[in-house]
Structures are given as C-alpha cells and as structure tokens.
T-cell receptor
Framework: EPEVTQTPSHQVTQMGQEVILRCVPI?????FYWYRQILGQKVEFLVS????????KSEIFDDQFSVERPDGSNFTLKIRSTKLEDSAMYFC??????????????FGPGTRLTVL | DAKTTQPTSMDCAEGRAANLPCNHS???????VYWYRQIHSQGPQYIIH???NNETNEMASLIITEDRKSSTLILPHATLRDTAVYYC???????????FGTGTRLTIIP
C-alpha cells in the first residue's frame, strides 16, 4: 500500500539554526500539506500546497517557514531560524484531490523536531 | 470549520462495537463529516467520511442523522489496536485543510 514517508524521524537543532524537513508524498497525489503537533496539544494545520504554490497557510506559517517541491517527488518544509517553540512533531500529508467532497489525506509518520 | 463536539474519552470492551458520537449542529448542507484517528503520536489516519447517507468501509461505519447535526462512528468489533484518539472534522466547503479538535480518547479494554 502506498504511503507518505518523512525524514528524518527525529531532528535535534540549536536555536537559530535552519532545518529542512523532508517528505515524499504518495506518487500520484497533487495536494500536499504540513501540520504540526506540539507535545500534548492538538494537531495544527500549517500550510497546503497545490500546483507548485501555497494554496492556504495558517497564522503559524510566518516568514520563517517555507515549503518547496524541488524535484516532483519531495516536499520540504524549511524553518529558517528555529525557536524553542518550534519544537513539535511535524506531519506531512498528501491527497489525490482537493475540496471537501473527497479529501482523504494520507499522513506520514512525522518528524520530531527538538530545538535546544 | 463547523464546530464539532465530542466526548473527551470513552472505554469499550474488546470485541464489542465502539460507538463514538459527534455533534456538528452548525454544519452546512454541502459540508462533509470526516473521521480520523491518531494512535499514540503517529500520523493521523483517515477512517471514513460522508455527506448525508450512511457509509461503511473496511474500517468502520458512519451514521449521520437525517438533520445532519450529529453523527456516530461505529467500529463493529473493537480490538486493542483501535485504542486511539478519534477526531470528527467538518472542513469548510471548498477548503482542504483539516482542523483537529481534542477528539475522543477511545480505550479498548481487554
């Protein structure tokens, strides 16, 4: 069964450093998402991406964040200058279609980001 | 997103049917009800979704009331692996993002 993969599974970084979280969505999917979950809190939407551009982003997704689909298979989330409060589990997701009539999103296993 | 209300937690005996309720009284006519679950900090997993008719797949059944103001997710024969947090989500029409609440923590008891 096809699945979304994410690397690394755990990333430890120093405050102020740049990190890139990588995701390989399911191959025929067209819509891509990043969510995050701070320990013990809700899963929060960060950004959605379609047709090589951001379709929606949350208030969390400020100028320190960026997304890219550099090669048609990977989907990356970059945090330019990490803060302590960026420590969280980051989930990538993909779906075959958008809208709300059929929007089954497949989630990856997550990358645990720890900012020291 | 249409606000959803779910019980904080529920227990169910292994092998019995688990019935998880969700209220979504402000749902609009063209908004779907989605159910996802999250097993111990893994990525959320899609379960089922529906608009107005009852739906069934290999994982679960979804019963939506006629007025669409509430729904029930049914896991027909719960196993220990079904222990998870279950989320009922009603995305705004035309909006792909999922807004997760606190969900229902379902514990399957041996």
């Amino acid at each position: 069964e096809p699945e979304v993969t994410q690397t690394p599974s755990h990333q430890v970084t120093q405050m102020g450093q740049e990190v890139i979280l990588r995701c390989v969505p399911i191959s025929n999917h067209l819509y891509f998402y990043w969510y995050r979950q701070i320990l013990g809190q809700k899963v929060e939407f960060l950004v959605s991406f379609y047709n090589n551009e951001i379709s929606e982003k949350s208030e969390i997704f400020d100028d320190q964040f960026s997304v890219e689909r550099p090669d048609g298979s990977n989907f990356t989330l970059k945090i330019r200058s990490t803060k302590l409060e960026d420590s969280a589990m980051y989930f990538c997701a993909s779906s075959a279609s958008g809208g709300t009539d059929y929007n089954e999103q497949f989630f990856g296993p997550g990358t645990r980001l720890t900012v020291l | 997103d249409a606000k959803t209300t779910q019980p904080t937690s529920m227990d169910c005996a292994e092998g019995r049917a688990a019935n998880l309720p969700c209220n979504h009284s402000t749902i609009s006519g063209n908004e779907y009800v989605y159910w996802y679950r999250q097993i111990h900090s893994q990525g959320p997993q899609y379960i089922i979704h529906g608009l107005k008719n009852n739906e069934t797949n290999e994982m679960a059944s979804l019963i939506i009331t006629e007025d669409r103001k509430s729904s029930t997710l049914i896991l027909p024969h719960a196993t220990l692996r079904d222990t998870a947090v279950y989320y009922c989500i009603v995305p705004n029409f035309g909006n792909e993002k999922l807004t997760f609440g606190t969900g229902t923590r379902l514990t399957i008891i041996p």
